[in-house]
T-cell receptor, first 116, second 113 residues
Framework: DARVTQTPRHKVTEMGQEVTMRCQPI?????VFWYRQTMMQGLELLAY????????DSGMPKDRFSAEMPDATLATLKIQPSEPRDSAVYFC??????????????FGPGTRLTVL | AQSVAQPEDQVNVAEGNPLTVKCTYS??????LFWYVQYPNRGLQFLLK??????LVKGSYGFEAEFNKSQTSFHLKKPSALVSDSALYFC???????????FGSGTRLQVQP
């Protein structure tokens, strides 16, 4: 049963520290998305990649957030320095990119980040 | 810009009764619509999607959704609710020109025994 995996599942850190979240997309999927979920904003897109190339990161605070895909099996989302307002659940999703915009995205379990 | 509205924060229904979770959308061009479910401390699970064709889409766990172009709606339905259906439900639309999903605010479904 193929699924998206994310690590860590929970992270508590202090303001100013660097946070790195990792995602392993489903094997063969070549689109990867990062979403953030908060009570106030709901689910919002941070960035997405196709064939490891970033296509849209307009939802991401550029000064502190960065997203990369070092290889096809790993996507990373980094926050440096972290701030309390970054506390949220961060989801990674992947899709097969077979039919373009009709593709289904499959979500990982999320990383719950708490910045104190 | 595309948008999705879920007008109800919470829906309460008794077990065995039919349920409906409402969703309306606004897009330019053809809509590509999705429903996801989120259980506590879990990721989002895909339920069903509408791309084209039959207005009634069947999905996982006995759920279905009815696409209504004139009312720009895509309501999620189930003929007989289960307590285990209690969860947070999200409607989403695909952005034209990019593959990311735009989500509604979510509707919490509570099924009482």
């Amino acid at each position: 049963d193929a699924r998206v995996t994310q690590t860590p599942r929970h992270k508590v850190t202090e303001m100013g520290q660097e946070v790195t979240m990792r995602c392993q997309p489903i094997l063969g999927h070549n689109t990867v998305f990062w979403y953030r979920q908060t009570m106030m904003q709901g689910l919002e897109l941070l960035a997405y990649f196709r064939n490891r190339a970033p296509l849209d990161d307009s939802g991401m605070p550029k000064d502190r957030f960065s997203a990369e895909m070092p290889d096809a099996t790993l996507a990373t989302l980094k926050i440096q320095p972290s701030e309390p307002r970054d506390s949220a659940v961060y989801f990674c999703a992947s899709g097969p990119d077979l039919a373009g915009i009709t593709d289904t995205q499959y979500f990982g379990p999320g990383t719950r980040l708490t910045v104190l | 810009a595309q948008s999705v509205a879920q007008p109800e924060d919470q829906v309460n229904v008794a077990e065995g009764n039919p349920l409906t979770v409402k969703c309306t959308y606004s897009v330019s061009g053809n809509p590509y619509l999705f429903w996801y479910v989120q259980y506590p401390n879990r990721g989002l699970q895909f339920l069903l999607k509408y791309i084209t064709g039959d207005n009634l889409v069947k999905g996982s766990y006995g759920f279905e959704a009815e696409f209504n172009k004139s009312q720009t709606s895509f309501h999620l339905k189930k003929p007989s609710a289960l307590v285990s259906d209690s969860a947070l439900y999200f409607c989403a639309v695909r952005d034209m020109g990019r593959r990311a999903l735009t989500f509604g605010s979510g509707t919490r479904l509570q099924v009482q025994p």
